[in-house]
């Protein structure tokens, strides 16, 4: 199998749906640390799984400047981080 870089157009459509599975993991974790308090093993669990979501779109952030290394301005800031 060939590796190949993704376009910039398709890292837009994965910051997307990170940026949403991240909004729902913690959604999830404050619902668990409201119901069952903040030292349960369920709320460590999905606070981890949200922190490591993070930890993906981090990482993904370093790829996409090696993907698309001719974008100069300040687009890609948007891309795994921002607000939209």
Known sequence: ???RNLSFDE???LGVRLKKVRRELLDIT???SRTYGLNQR???IATRAYRTVDDL?????NFLH???PDIKDN???E????NH
């Open 75 to 77: 687009t890609f800031l």
């Open 42 to 44: 369920p709320v460590k």
């Open 79 to 82: 891309v795994y981080f921002g």
């Open 11 to 13: 890292h837009k459509k």
């Open 30 to 32: 404050l619902l668990i």
């Open 66 to 68: 090696k993907d698309c």
């Open 1 to 3: 199998m060939t590796k």
């Open 57 to 61: 779109r981090s990482v993904m952030e």
